[in-house]
């Protein structure tokens, strides 16, 4: 069974600051990749996703992330974040047709002004 | 116009009962999925219908019953509601069956007492 890890369970960055969120899989097959953002006491919402093509994917709100299959991975990043990113961040993998979707347990970034 | 609704938001019930949760989209999208988040907000998905068609079941117990009458709803009918089953739980579509839930309702959260 596929398994996601997010090392950071809560990331504080300064507004205007560079962020990287980490996402590491465990999956001896091809997969698919996403991260979905949740906003305080909101619903859930698509950032990106890498099914196949280039490994650098970009997403909304100025996000983006890189699959790395060697290393197992598929980091998010943005180059400049915003006081309104504070949310919940969950990476996710599924492999064959989205069998066997699996969520990571999320992270938590905080934007301070 | 919303994409993805549900209703209703909020559903208090007493342990034993049997309680419905209806979807909506309105994208046209081939793929809905149910999706269960727990009070630590831990995600995990629980179906997805593709055309009518369940292509996941991720050993949810067998009291969880999805209901799609037509492309456009996927219900969520639970039986025996037990204490365990508070949650928020998540409806989705997608157009893509690899891609996971690319729209989100607002969520539905249940409290059994």
């Known amino acids: 069974a596929q398994s996601v890890t997010q090392l950071d369970s809560q990331v504080p960055v300064f507004e205007e600051a560079p962020v990287e969120l980490r996402c590491n899989y465990s999956s001896s097959v091809s997969v698919y990749l996403f991260w979905y953002v949740q906003y305080p006491n909101q619903g859930l919402q698509l950032l990106l996703k890498?099914?196949?093509?280039?490994?650098l994917v970009k997403g909304i709100n100025g996000f983006e992330a890189e699959f790395n299959k060697s290393q197992t991975s598929f980091h998010l990043r943005k180059p400049s974040v915003h006081i309104s990113d504070t949310a919940e961040y969950f990476c996710?993998?599924?492999?064959?047709?989205?069998?066997?979707?699996?969520f990571g347990p999320g992270t938590r970034l905080s934007v301070l002004p | 116009d919303t994409a993805v609704s549900q209703t209703p938001k909020y559903l208090v019930t007493q342990m034993g009962n049997d309680k419905s949760i209806k979807c909506e989209q309105n994208l046209g999208h081939d793929t809905m999925y149910w999706y269960k988040q727990d009070s630590k907000k831990f995600l995990k998905i629980m179906f997805s219908?593709?055309?009518?068609?369940?292509?996941i079941n991720e050993t949810v117990p067998n009291r969880f019953s999805p209901k799609s009458p037509d492309k456009a709803h996927l219900n969520l009918h639970i039986n025996s509601l037990e204490l365990g089953d508070s949650a928020v739980y998540f409806c989705?579509?997608?157009?893509?069956?690899?891609?996971?839930?690319?729209?989100f309702g607002p969520g539905t959260r249940l409290t059994v007492l």
């Open positions: 989705a579509s997608s157009q893509d069956p690899r891609a996971g839930g690319e729209y």
């Open positions: 219908y593709n055309n009518k068609e369940l292509i």
């Open positions: 890498y099914l196949s093509g280039s490994t």
């Open positions: 996710a993998v599924s492999r064959n047709y989205g069998q066997n979707f699996v």
